[in-house]
């Protein structure tokens, strides 16, 4: 790492045929509903929010707060290095031509990680929220969106951006009627907000220590992650010098208002601390309305969650499309990888994102949150790393947005996503960890012998001039 890190390398271009580009074809409002769509704030309110209540309780609004002020600064990074390398690659293009072509191949593995295991799990949550309608058992119906988004996923992409975007309004409505209701029937005051307790198994009541919401922000960064999406999307956005960034802005703004806003509801809300613990919202919903309002809800979070899917499906397979342009992998794998179907799409990194995540619907996950808040945090570390070094050689003086209060915004960043890094459990620390020791590996024994034709990280032409 110490080589890689050194100084920004200057990558090649791919050698070999003119490799294939994506269409330019969405503005900022497409950008920001798919971007939105990643986000999931309802599929995140419903699915992942409930974990942290059964950590958190009452801290949990405080510790997302904290996570969303976190990713300000790591949105300040996106965007800057997101107007610089304006790829379809996303994090490990901008890493690798910022901080070497080592560290791009971990974030690129890192946030493979993610994106692969978290769309399976989180459509296994259709099933609950299809209760009221039709029982389905979780991996069946978590594989049925896997592969209904994965239909999507082929179409052009301005379509998507309609069909997620319709979506997207009925999750809006969701967490809205869940905040009205939360606060209409407030049995607490604002003050238990920064008062943490969290009830026991026995029912009793028990305090929140610092360390606990510090250990939790790792998750509340990965509840807003999605912003990242615009980034891998930047390719295909028109102008991305000005909207990438515009994106990644609003996006993270407007997601973090409909997510932390029914937290804030529920938490005052809930009836009591063992229903709030229990993280049981349709139950509190229920409680708090009647039958009919609680299937609606339940209905448009399952749309939610569909629309999540679709908009993963389409953010992984052009990581995949993208590392395969760069020579990632075995010639006949690249090649494969970077076909474009009829409709603009990768349609072979679509296949393979989606059915494989159909087929981990029925593997048990237990570590998924564990894994994947620290693979965000490590992801967010080498983003952060690669921001303090963007001003530096040739790319000091290329038009871009630039972040305020560089260099202090990534010197803080490495220093807080540092520790939180130390206080996250030690089994999905060593899970990350192996994952990351393959992957080095794998740069050891067959990209770096081979760095003249492998792992040649481009930008596009068009975004250079």
Known sequence: MTETLSAPQALAPATG?????????????????????????????????????????????LTIAIGSLLCIGVAFCYSELGTLIPS?????????????????????VLSLLVVMIVPPVIAMGTADY???????????AGAGVMLLATLAGLLDLRANAWITGIFLVLEVVAAGVVAILGFAHSERGASALVHGSVA???????????????????????????????????????????????????TLAISTAVI??????????????????????????????????????????????????????????????????????????????SRLGRFGSPWVATLLVGVPGAALCFV????????????????????????????????????????????????????????????????YLLWTGGITAVATLYWALYLRPRRETRWLVSIPEDAQA
Request: charge should be positive; include cysteine; proline fraction near 6%.
């Open 17 to 61: 045929p003119t490799p294939q580009k994506l269409k330019r074809s969405i503005g900022v409002v497409g950008g920001t509903l798919l971007t939105l769509s990643c986000v999931t704030p309802a599929s995140t309110l419903f699915v992942v929010v409930p974990d942290l209540f059964a950590t958190l309780g009452t801290y949990t609004a």
């Open 88 to 108: 379809a690659g996303g994090e490990y293009a901008m890493v690798s031509t910022m901080a070497g072509r080592l560290a791009g191949w971990l974030v690129f």
């Open 130 to 140: 299809l209760a009221p309608i039709v029982h389905i058992p979780a991996p069946l």
């Open 200 to 250: 026991t198994d026995s029912g009793t009541p028990s305090t929140v220590t610092a360390m606990m919401v510090i250990s939790g922000l790792a998750i509340a960064l990965f509840i807003t992650q999605g912003f990242s999406t615009a980034v891998y999307l930047s390719e295909e956005l028109e102008h991305p010098r000005r909207n990438v960034a515009r994106t990644v802005l609003a």
């Open 260 to 337: 932390l806003v029914p937290v804030v509801a529920i938490t005052m809300g809930a009836p009591d601390l063992a229903a709030l613990t229990s993280g049981n919202l349709s139950d509190m919903v229920t409680t708090w309305s009647n039958s009919a309002v609680g299937t609606f809800v339940s209905l448009c979070v399952a749309l939610a969650i569909i629309n999540a899917g679709i908009v993963m499906v389409i953010q992984n397979s052009r990581v995949l499309f993208a590392s395969a342009r760069d020579k990632a992998w075995p010639e006949p794998v690249n090649r494969g990888l």
């Open 364 to 427: 048990k996950l237990d570590t998924l949150y564990g894994v994947t808040g620290v693979s965000v945090t490590a992801m967010y570390l080498l983003v952060a790393v690669a921001a303090l070094l963007c001003r530096r050689g040739s790319h000091k003086d290329v038009p871009a947005w630039r972040m305020p209060l560089w260099p202090a915004v990534p010197v803080l960043l490495i220093a807080v996503l540092a520790y939180i890094l130390t206080q996250q459990e030690t089994q």
